[in-house]
């Protein structure tokens, strides 16, 4: 059995030596050991008493001095090779390597791991040269920039690095993540793409290649809270605009929007944070608690929705610095790299000039980039459950049981069958949802799509939930261990569900795309 999983890189650099295997042979003891692993030549001697997976399994006859290929890449998470190649010494005399590394930057190899119109050789309706242009650039910028910090904060729990963020302003992500639009008109972005033809798809390559990459509470951490708390300033004055968006957008400042409270998720109409108008009319006055709120722990800003009369909301942009905001992590099943808090507003006063739209408008204001939101979480969830199955799948190719590949085995090829199918639907059905954006202004939009996108964001975390289990069930021990080799499959398997909670419950999105086919119907169609 065999895979077409090849990974890449050129481990062994410079002038090193070229050996027999029989020489190699004679180096098989504890002070004195040497492995071969894809004919690179390792040097344990030194690493030996270091080894995580102990010493004595390297000086097991079977492979001290011999060729561990199969073995190690069966039990290391693949960037081990790529990690430790300082101790390789040379590499076996005329042999070539078999087993190929991703090489950070470019497309994957690997069946399935990329979308279908990434793949060589294949088509797209949809992408065009401009598409390609930005998601070779974004590729090497996720892959170089982010994905080395990704990995650490995931664990560790801090928020992404300011650095990395102004670094993402000034390269213009922090701008596109936004969506099309004016904002980016006059711009020359990555892959030289002219903000003008900048469109949803292009959108959607940024919001899959940082899915690709980073684990899944480091990847709100990262502008999540932007890319929800930024909108509703359309619908500000042009001061406030002036003041608020670039900064934002460079990473000099930090935004969150700030919805749900601790008595109300899904059902916004069940808001308690109240603003009331100060006697001289200057200010509100705003008190109550929010809670789950991405990147808030971290905030500057705080779009966010209060009371204003018995059946009004409003949209206020709250300044930290105003005094009377306090924010504290809520541990989560995800990273506290999301910076998810729970706040408390205690009398803040919020001048009146901080309203967006007009009293009244709340409602309005939070719904109006709900489609949007969702759409943005349909691009990350199918392309998060893409990049968990692509790793399992790799390691199903390499891992022996009962002396054959774990893939040899029909059980778990059915399980492939049926995750390969639901991603590659999924894909197809999110990519034709966003040629319709691309086509229809925001009203036909509103009308058209509202449903569609509520039914797809249902299917695709229905699909990460199998996803999720039957990753699992291949991973086996691997899949319920934190970090290292498939930890990917232990994070997923954790917080897949995030997707199928946020910007709207699986049950609630299910039922609006019901309902909105009911509006449709009429006597006469039936
Ligand atoms: C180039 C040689 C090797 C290096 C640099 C190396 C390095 C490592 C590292 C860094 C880990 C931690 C796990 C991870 O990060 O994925 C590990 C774990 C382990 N290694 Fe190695 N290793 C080497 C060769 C081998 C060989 C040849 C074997 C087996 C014959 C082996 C067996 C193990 C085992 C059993 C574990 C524990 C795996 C687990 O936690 O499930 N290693 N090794």
Redesign the pocket.
Known sequence: MTCAAAYVPDLVQGSKKVFSRAEVAKHAKEDDLW?I?DT?V?D?SD?IDM????AS??L?P??AGKD?TQ??FG???G???S??AR?IIGTIENEKPQVILPTPGTISTVPHAEPMWLVKGMQSAYFNDSHRALQKAMRNFFDNEVREEATEHEISNERPTVELIKKMGANRINHMRMGPGKHLHGLTLPGGVKGEEFDYFHEMIITQEVARVVGRGYGDGLQGGCVIGLPPLNFGSKELQKRIVPAVLAGDKFIALAVSEPEAGSDVSGLRTTATKSEDGRFWIVSGQKKWITGGNFADYFTTAVRTGKNELSMLLIERDFGGVETKIIKTAYSSAAGTAYITFDNVKVPVENTLGKAGDGLKIVLSNFNHERWVMCCSAIRAARAVVDETFRWACLRQVFGKPLIGQPVIRAKFASMFSQIEAGQSWLENITFQMCKLNYFQQADLLAGQIALLKRYLTRIAAECADQCVQIAG??GI?K???LGSVEAYMRTYKFDAVLGGSEEILGDLGVRQAMRKMTPHSL
């Open positions: 492995i692993v690179a390792y344990l690493f080894h995580p997976g102990g399994i390297l097991d079977k492979i561990a073995v190690f039990l290391h998470r960037e081990v090779a990690k430790y101790m021990g691997r261990t970090g290292g080799m």
